[in-house]
């Protein structure tokens, strides 16, 4: 499964035969086969198994930063760093989620619901009992995730937008998002 990934991320999903992830994984090719049932669930084993912690990471926010301003921003750098580091690998799930159902749901469990319950739960320690409500909450964590990965990596490296562009998108949404926790929660949000 890590040669897998690792030729899958490099040569994309479609340019890489089996023979080659035999050849790097040091067995056989027929075993590929007869334990996966060919590339299409090699594929589907290596986004649901434990190597997949190496290429998809889920970053939070960061709790050691008390300014929730300067840690929404960190958040949106975490995850253009992170785009960075697994393009190629987030183009293969990405494409093959859109014709395998069953790899779109693999794709929202690993990375989607565990984004949500890490953003959720550093909006959570910051703004709950400030005014705030759990489904505010909810639904500031889905907004965030949602333009973290349509913005740094769709826009980004998909549709070859400007950073510039980008970053002003990330800047007016953490003060939209501001300005509103501001207004429920004022003693929460320091100015930054």
Do not use: W
Request: hydrophobic share 45%; with cysteine.
């Amino acid at each position: 499964m890590g040669a897998a990934a690792r030729l899958f991320a490099q040569k994309g999903y479609e340019n890489t035969r089996t023979l080659e992830i035999a050849k790097e994984a040091g067995v056989n090719e027929a075993l590929i086969t007869r334990y996966f049932g060919g590339k299409e669930g090699l594929l589907m084993s290596v986004l649901q198994g434990a190597d997949t912690g190496e290429y998809l990471r889920v970053e939070g926010l960061d709790p050691s930063v008390p300014d929730l301003r300067t840690a929404l921003r960190k958040y949106f750098e975490q995850g253009r760093r992170m785009v960075e580091e697994r393009e190629s690998f987030m183009r293969i799930a990405m494409s093959r989620s859109l014709f395998q159902p069953e790899l779109a749901v693999a794709v929202r469990e690993k990375i989607i619901d565990r984004q949500m319950d890490v953003l959720m739960k550093g909006l959570q320690e910051r703004l709950l009992g400030q005014g705030v409500t759990a489904d505010e909450v909810e639904a500031c964590a889905m907004l965030m995730g949602a333009v973290n990965h349509s913005f740094n990596f769709i826009v980004r490296k998909v549709h070859h937008m400007p950073d510039e562009k980008i970053d002003r998108v990330f800047d007016l949404l953490t003060e939209a998002l501001i300005l509103r926790l501001e207004h429920a929660a004022p003693s929460q949000i320091s100015s930054g």
